[in-house]
């Protein structure tokens, strides 16, 4: 593990939820239970890494790069892929507990950490990017140059996976949501006030999020030369306790294109070249 940081610091960014204060409180009144939020999540990263070890080599010949790490939440689970990973972030403090994490990996993987933005990064290309709950935060206008970014950097034959907060089918949004007295709030704004809000990146006026369409997103890809080759929502945070009595309310989601089209609150998604030979 190899802890690098650059001689140019991008320190001016700070994420807007300092220590997930935030998301932690939303969970703890969205979830339909205690622990579901978890469960979900892992079970939406195991059903991932099982379909990239389909697309991808074997752990030692994959490169990855980690957009956006934030603490180094995914960064146990890419060590799982690949065998050399790059971790980057532009805030300084949230990276510093992302090298933290890569220590205490030891050596499951050459880890190296980097201050900064796609930029400023030297190094490619790669076989597997990982974008994980970024593009729900950035400015619209970031979008489209994010994904140009990462196409420059990925193999032929690379793996591009996101994960990003969805909205159902025809009702994309824009929200900030605050922490007040009572809990987590989130109120609805508009195109112009999220990216506002998004741009300036302070946490003052609270969490921004873009609840992506999930069928735009795909079409959004494929007009940048992506090409979606699978998909799972996870989160379902609506009340449906028919299917918590008879099964598992994820499964029962991803199982019908109907449920799928409207339920969900993350998605992720795995994307490749359209050029790829997979």
């Known amino acids: ?7 140019v610091v991008s320190s001016t960014y700070a994420y807007p939820d300092d220590d997930d204060r935030i998301t932690r409180r939303f969970i703890e009144q969205a979830e339909p239970h205690p622990g579901y939020w978890d469960h979900s999540d892992e079970r939406a990263m ?22 956006g790490c934030g603490p180094g939440r995914m960064l146990p689970w890419l060590s799982e892929l690949a065998g050399r990973v790059t971790a980057i972030d532009p805030d300084p403090g949230r990276l510093a507990k992302a090298a933290q994490v890569a220590r205490e990996l030891g050596d499951s993987a ?4 980097q201050v900064g933005n796609l930029h400023e990064l030297r190094a490619g290309p790669f ?38 907060t969805r909205a159902p089918v025809g009702d994309e949004q824009f929200s900030l ?23 300036a990146a302070t946490g003052k006026e609270g969490l921004p999020i873009h609840h992506r369409d999930p069928i735009r997103l795909a079409e959004l890809g494929r007009s940048l030369g ?12 609506e009340p449906l306790p028919e299917f918590d009595r008879y099964g598992d309310r994820d499964e029962w989601v991803n199982g019908s294109p109907e449920l799928l089209r409207r339920f969900g609150r993350d998605a992720v998604v795995l994307w490749r070249p359209q050029t790829s030979t997979g």
């Open 1 to 7: 593990m190899i802890d690098r940081w650059p001689m």
């Open 46 to 67: 195991a059903r991932a890494a099982e379909k990239l070890k389909e697309l991808l080599g074997p752990k030692d010949s994959v490169r990855a790069l980690d957009v």
């Open 110 to 113: 050459e880890i190296v950490t």
């Open 127 to 164: 076989d597997l990017v990982l974008c994980s709950h970024v593009i729900q935060h950035i400015p619209t206008a970031d979008l489209v140059p994010l994904l140009n970014s990462i196409r420059e950097l990925i193999t032929p034959d690379g793996v591009l996976m996101l994960t990003c």
């Open 177 to 199: 949501d605050r922490m007040t007295e009572h809990g987590v709030e989130s109120h609805r704004v508009d195109r112009a006030r999220f990216d506002e809000v998004a741009r």
């Open 226 to 237: 992506w090409a979606q080759v699978w998909t799972w929502s996870f989160h379902v945070l």
